[in-house]
């Protein structure tokens, strides 16, 4: 069984809390510019109905981030939500699994564990900003010496133009030659 299972037969009705702790190897979670570090720490609320089992927490994990622009590592806190919830149902076995919407998924009324390893690491990923940065005004390296212009201005000539048309100056050159 797997670290992140959480087991619904000791569940009473009502809300009652639970920790999960387990290895990042043991989660599908990849992101690139991202390395996850063990443990994985889960808290939840798990609140327990005749009709569904809902699950609200908070994942927390470290990981080595390098910065998009200028390639620094840092280590960082993750702190993600963490939302499911698991409708009982009597009686009709081939609805488990998956509904049509996000989060939501249907169980057999006396099913014993739900495994929470996808939606951890879907929660993980979509918590993530679209561009790993060190910090969101990171001035990244100089295109042409590849200094970090967080440490200072580096002695290259300053070009005003846009990246796009840098490249295409670049682009001109090749064929030049
Ligand atoms: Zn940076
Ligand atoms: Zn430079």
Known sequence: MGKFVLD??????????RSLVGDVESLDLSRDEYVF?????????????????????EILVTAQVECA???????????????????????????????EHAGVFRIQYDEGVV???????????????????????CKGLCPSCGANLNEGQCSCRRTQSHPAWAALEKLKDIEGQ
């Open 37 to 57: 570090h063990s443990p994985v720490r889960v808290e939840l609320e798990v609140t327990r109905s005749e009709y569904e089992i809902s699950v609200v927490g």
């Open 69 to 99: 622009r200028c390639a620094c590592v840092s280590t960082r806190e993750i702190v993600a939500d963490l939302r499911a919830r698991y409708i009982r149902v009597r009686g009709k076995s081939d609805w488990n699994g998956r509904s």
């Open 115 to 137: 495994d929470l390893s996808e939606e951890i690491c879907q929660s993980v990923l979509v918590s993530l900003p679209m561009r790993a940065l060190c910090t969101s005004d």
């Open 8 to 17: 619904l037969r000791d569940l009473k009705d009502g809300k009652s809390t």
